[in-house]
């Protein structure tokens, strides 16, 4: 592991009786892409303002490049770039604007904020709507003004707080393709994302966290693998024996078999990959063809719901209010 | 053209032009808080450009206010319209601008809820440049505001007999009194929760603030406790300079007490405002 670019310790902010986050330690290497992963309400946002130097921690201590976030506030800003959940970027204003702007802000004279501003809307796609209101953007090109924006000064470690949050796939595709360039380019990049895809794809490491804590940690073949060893899918050559392969996998593998969205098709998790073979074995013997079948690495959505005992995209109750 | 179609037409985000904006390792040196209060001043001029509507509370009001009282009240008050309208006009100009001040504290929640103050208060700039920022481009709502009520005045019959100078003068002290004033809305609207309570509550000081005063009427009429209280109120004192001025004497004491509270305005609210501003949740 490399020199860390983010090290957290017991890192806590309350919010009147709302325990955003409670206590999180986090050690993130320089380089690569950390998600952390967790539902609505989760504290990501929290967690990602105080490491940013907007919010101070009520307690534990929190090292972003080797400042200290509270002592050394201005060492940090300098040197991140945050993309909020929200608008991050002043709607009234065009694209080229905003970017002038923050170029200004920056230390950047007139003349070259504005080929600074010019450069970042090629990069992004957006020179033609360089002179349009951010309010008429569309949401991919307004999450992208919003990155764009805080690239300014190349910063050594960028939050993205949800970026794909919305958008359609063309567009997280676009903005997934944003994180791996800035990677490329020896960036270290801490995202958040309630997608469990999103992490699964981009994230060297994930950090999962649910009512402000930390429930688990690691890359993502760790966080499948300490789940179990994954699920069987099976595919039947007749629907209509698709009861009775259940009763014979259920019977070989001990866990009930479950049917698919396809009607010829079910799958059962497995604790014991031994006992597969053995199963297949056991449906030819029963006279039933199978056309398919396949071993699946657990899905994240299966891992938060063994580690949280709720799904990851259900909001939970107390947020209602 | 429509979004849509621009972004089609636009190419997506290309690896090698991303590659050479990450790669510039430009890193300029921290401007200082002159310059960034100026930028963020630059800011709010180019929203006054792009949403010009804004500008409705600066022009509609003060024609409002001076063509209602003028008119209706000037002849009962005063005896006859142009009479009152030598009277009420510095008032009014008073009233005008304490009126926009309100619009620093919306415009400031508005930021706020919206998202982009975070990415300001991330910025390794001077913290309160925001905020003054935003100030500096207000200056430029006071001056419009205040051009349109002595242009409105001359035409309808206003003697002006202060000259360039009380002109000058009076608009230079409205200006001092308005920014300095605007940190009591800029800190409200660090505490309230929304745009709309900040409008609220920004009336209810506002009403009795101009109204409990000399704008409209010489408190001589009113009940002794009521005058004691017009007398604190810094309006009243505000409104006597900007009379004088406008009608050629030049009351020092009366100026030495707008600064002064000038300078205690923003010597209570403008720290309450940046503590808050630092801690903002
Ligand atoms: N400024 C705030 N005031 C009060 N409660 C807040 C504030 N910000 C967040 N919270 C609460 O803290 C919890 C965590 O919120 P947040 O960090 O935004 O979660 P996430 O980003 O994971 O959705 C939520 O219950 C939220 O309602
Ligand atoms: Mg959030």
């Known amino acids: ?321 | 053209m429509n979004a849509t179609s621009a972004e089609q037409a636009s190419a997506p985000v290309t690896e090698d032009a991303l590659r050479t904006v990450l790669l510039a390792g430009e890193r300029p040196s921290r401007p200082g808080p002159v310059l960034t209060s100026l930028t963020f001043g630059w800011r709010a001029l180019l929203k006054i450009k792009h949403v010009p509507e804004q500008l409705v509370d600066v022009t509609m009001f003060p024609i409002m206010f001076t063509l209602m009282f003028t008119y209706l009240f000037g002849g009962a008050l005063a005896g006859s319209t142009q009479e009152y309208l030598q009277f009420l006009l510095p008032g009014i100009l008073v009233q005008a601008n304490v009126m926009i001040t309100m619009n620093t504290g919306i415009t400031l929640n508005t930021d706020i809820q919206k998202g982009v103050f975070d990415r300001f208060r991330s910025l390794p700039v001077w913290r309160p440049s925001p905020l003054v920022g935003a100030l500096l481009g207000d200056l430029v709502r006071y001056s419009i505001g205040s051009t349109i009520v002595i242009t409105l005045g001359l035409v309808l019959g206003f003697r002006q007999e202060g000259g360039a100078v009380g002109v000058v003068l009076s608009v230079v002290l409205l200006l001092v009194f308005s920014f300095c004033l605007s940190w009591l809305w800029t800190m409200l609207s660090l505490i309230l929760r929304t745009p709309n309570s900040v409008a609220g509550v920004s009336m209810t000081v506002m009403f009795p603030l101009t109204f409990v005063s000399n704008i409209f009427v010489d408190p001589k009429t009113m009940p002794g406790w009521l005058q004691a209280v017009i007398e604190v109120n810094p309006i009243t004192h505000l409104a006597t300079v900007v009379r004088g001025l406008m009608h050629g004497s030049v009351p020092a004491g009366e100026i030495g007490w707008v600064l002064v509270s000038s300078v205690l305005l923003v010597a209570v609210f403008g720290p309450i405002t940046m503590v808050l501003y630092r801690n903002k949740k």
């Open chain 1, 1 to 321: 592991m490399g020199e860390l670019a983010i090290e957290t310790r017991g890192l806590k902010k309350s919010f009147g009786k709302t325990h955003a986050v409670a206590g999180v330690d986090l050690a993130v290497s320089a380089g690569g892409v950390y998600g952390v992963l967790g539902p609505n309400g989760a504290g990501k946002t929290t967690a990602i303002r105080m490491l940013a130097t907007l919010l101070r921690p009520d307690a534990g201590e929190a090292q972003v490049l080797g400042y200290d976030v509270v002592r050394d506030a201005r060492a940090v800003r300098s040197r991140v770039g945050l993309t909020g959940q929200f608008a991050s970027v002043d709607e009234d204003l065009t694209g080229v604007e905003n970017l002038l702007l923050l170029a200004r802000l920056r230390g950047y004279s007139r003349r070259r904020g504005r080929e600074r501003a010019a450069d970042l809307l090629d990069a992004f796609g957006l020179a033609e709507a360089a002179d349009r209101q951010v309010k008429k953007y569309s949401g991919g090109m307004r999450r992208r003004i919003d990155i764009a924006a805080s690239l300014v000064v190349t910063p050594e470690l960028i939050f993205l707080d949800e970026p794909t949050t919305g958008l359609d796939p063309r567009n997280r595709n676009q903005v997934w393709e944003i994180v791996r360039g800035m990677v490329a380019e020896g960036a270290t990049v801490l995202l958040t994302t309630q997608y469990l895809d999103e992490a699964d794809q981009l994230a060297d490491r994930i950090a999962v966290i649910d009512h402000g804590k930390v429930i688990a940690e690691g890359s993502s073949g760790e966080l499948k693998a300490s789940v179990g060893a994954g699920s069987l899918h099976v595919r039947l050559r007749a629907p209509e024996q698709r009861a009775e392969a259940e009763r014979v996998l259920a019977g070989v593998l001990e866990v009930p078999a479950e049917p698919s969205a396809d009607p010829a098709a079910l799958s059962a998790r497995i604790s014991d990959p031994e006992r597969v073979a053995r199963s297949l074995a056991e449906l030819s013997r029963s006279g039933i063809d199978v056309t398919e079948f396949a071993l699946g690495q657990p899905s994240l959505d299966e891992v938060f719901l063994a580690l949280t005992g709720h799904d990851a995209e259900e909001t939970p109750e107390e947020d209602a209010a």
